[in-house]
């Protein structure tokens, strides 16, 4: 996501949080770790916030020009624009025009607009802290490195290759996120009994390949699957250079069928028991849809996200990044909701890789699951904030909010800051009871170390495996 992207979400941005009004001069922008300087004269006007434009352009680093003859205001950048009329109610973005609550207005030689619109689906990574007044927004090209093919693990390949951002196996499914779709090629193969995965014309982005060991052409990487019945390891390696191609192996402890879905950019080959007869796929016709396996004989499906990973950190404490303590947590929570025979749990990302919202959202509907959980830890400028919060965006995602957040908030101890309506990606484009909880504030040296003591996390992960289980009526 460009800064220009950016630009256009700020100043639409009330509608995604309209308590923002009601402080307006105490409010805090948050830009990817940076607070904005936003000066005194951000006002409140008829419930909308004016923000001085040039302020928030010069922070982006876009050009400015103000035609007093006919009162508009014209931002520049990346080869596109948005252009304003003081006294208007409306504004231009390239070929779009969107209606505005309050409309510019000069004050004292400031040109003041409103912030409105929405967040996520322009890539924007929001958090929205109320009692401190605090937006904390993180874009992807800030947490990437940015840039087409320089690391970001999101651009796609000069040479029009598609990239692995990320792979991962969790329980029995292995998952590869790339920048975009590919249509891969899936086999078995026997002595040693093996899943072979190749993805053609792929190679990996240079995110991932600097997070690990060497998988160039003649190198094979590895991750680690322990205490798996079925699987030993997952290998990887740049197969070919031309064409550029990656294969991923998945070694195998005894004979397993497949099952392979696509949907965009994401790819999971779901291992099933071997009933004796093959399921491989025919290359020709393209990788089947799961209809086995996850959630047989009745069982609910859960389906637990770690937030943020790999190039995301989340929020960064003292100590450590959310991106830990999430994956942590997590782990924790799969381990104690394997014990029960009546549900399949599924973890999102098992270990350090980078998801997108859309992506995380798609492995929970193509599973069918009957809850998702996201987990998180909050963060604010003030590192007095404190407490836990459970976040729903649909009513019928309440009860379980409700459910889980009365044993979450007694076993982490902190201040309850209650269970509230958020209007976050994982939880609205989801179709299943869903719901997003913060842990506690990682800016707060005191909750943050509570949050990374091993101990602490076992009782917590404990306590929301007892809401999950009580509003599934899981024994």
């Known amino acids: 996501m460009k800064k220009f992207g950016f630009l256009v979400f700020l100043f639409v941005f009330l509608w995604s949080f309209p ?43 876009y050009k400015v020009q103000w035609n007093q003859a006919d009162g508009r205001v014209m931002i520049d950048g990346e080869g596109k624009s948005i252009q304003l009329l003081i006294g208007k109610k409306a504004a231009s973005v390239g070929n779009k025009t969107y209606d505005l609550n309050t409309a510019p207005v000069v004050q004292n030689g400031t040109t003041l607009v409103p912030i409105r619109l929405v967040s996520e689906q322009m890539g924007i990574d929001v958090h929205w802290n109320n009692s401190d007044k605090i937006v ?21 390949a000069e040479n029009g290759l598609a990239l692995v951002n990320g ?11 790339l920048d975009k779709g590919v249509t891969p090629k899936v086999s078995k193969m026997d002595s040693p009994d093996r899943i072979v995965v190749d993805l053609p014309k792929t190679d990996f982005s240079p995110a991932f390949a600097a997070q690990g060991p060497d998988a160039s052409v003649g190198q094979i990487a590895s991750l680690d699957v322990p205490n798996n019945d079925n699987v030993s390891q997952v290998r990887y390696s740049q197969f070919s250079t031309d064409p550029s191609s990656v294969r991923i192996v998945i070694d195998l402890k005894n004979k397993q069928d497949y099952e392979v879905f696509t949907e965009g950019s994401l790819l999971i080959v779901d291992l099933v028991a071997d009933n004796g007869t093959s399921t491989e796929p025919d290359s020709t016709t393209g990788p089947t849809q799961p209809g086995t396996g996850v959630g047989d004989s009745g069982k609910k499906v859960v389906v637990i996200d770690a937030g943020h990973g790999d190039q995301d950190p989340g929020a ?8 830990k303590l999430n994956l942590g947590l997590a782990l924790k929570v799969e381990a104690l909701l394997k014990n029960d025979p009546n549900i399949d749990v599924v973890l999102t990302r098992s270990d350090d890789t980078f998801l997108q919202l859309k992506e995380r959202v798609k492995i ?6 009957d809850v998702f959980v996201s987990i998180h830890a909050n963060s604010s400028g003030s590192s007095a904030a404190s407490g836990t919060e459970t976040y729903y965006q649909r009513a019928s995602s309440k009860k379980l909010a409700q459910t889980i957040h009365k044993y979450f908030v007694a076993a982490t101890g ?16 989801t179709t299943m009871p869903a719901v997003l909880l913060e842990v506690g504030f990682i800016s707060n040296r005191t909750e943050e170390s509570k949050m990374m003591d091993s101990a602490k996390q076992d009782e917590i992960a404990a306590s929301i495996v007892k809401g999950i289980k009580e509003y599934l009526g899981a024994s």
């Open 364 to 369: 929970a509907e193509k599973l069918g699951a």
């Open 136 to 156: 904390t927004l993180t874009t992807p090209d800030a947490s990437t490195g940015g840039g087409t093919n320089s690391g970001s693990g999101n651009g796609t």
């Open 414 to 429: 902190f201040k309850d800051r209650g269970v509230q309506y958020g209007n976050f990606h994982v939880i609205r484009e």
């Open 167 to 177: 792979i991962s196996f969790s329980e029995s499914r292995l998952l590869v996120t």
């Open 19 to 61: 308590h923002l009004g009601e402080a307006a001069t105490s409010t805090k922008v948050v830009l990817n770790g940076q607070e904005l300087s936003i000066p005194e004269d951000v006002q409140n006007m008829q419930g909308s916030v004016m923000v001085p434009i040039r302020v928030i352009s010069e922070n982006l680093g």
């Open 316 to 323: 960064i404490g003292s100590q450590t990044s959310e991106k």
